[in-house]
């Protein structure tokens, strides 16, 4: 069974730092992109940012400049390093990732995500 955990989430006063890590498990033969959602309370979900297989990158506009994803293919790894944190980042940080496993299945997977809280 594929599946994808957060971990790196908690609570931090603005200007702060926090880094999310994210693991693919399971038979898996190829990850294909890697993104990260946030939502916040009463608020749609955003993209954040999204990583290519070749590491190319993007970011909502909100987050270029303090944001940085990347990826660790050998280890099935995605990170989320933030930078600069505001209160409005207060959010839950979802990982997701379109995964092929072993038997050739197509997963769009997703993690159950955490809880990233940035104190003013």
């Known amino acids: 069974q594929v599946q994808l955990v957060e971990s790196g989430g908690g609570l931090v006063q603005s200007g702060g730092s926090l880094r999310l890590s994210c693991a693919a498990t399971g038979s898996i033969l190829r990850i294909y992109n890697m993104d990260w959602y946030r939502q916040a309370p009463g608020k749609q979900r955003e993209l954040v940012a999204s990583?290519?297989?070749?590491?190319?990158?993007q970011y909502a506009d909100s987050v270029k400049g303090r944001f940085t994803i990347s990826r660790d293919n050998a280890k099935r790894m995605v990170y989320l390093q933030m930078n600069s944190l505001k209160p409005e980042g207060t959010a839950v940080y979802s990982c997701t990732a379109r995964i092929i496993d072993a038997t050739y299945a197509t997963h769009d997977s997703w993690g159950r995500g955490t809880q990233v809280t940035v104190s003013s």
């Open positions: 990583i290519t297989s070749a590491g190319s990158t």
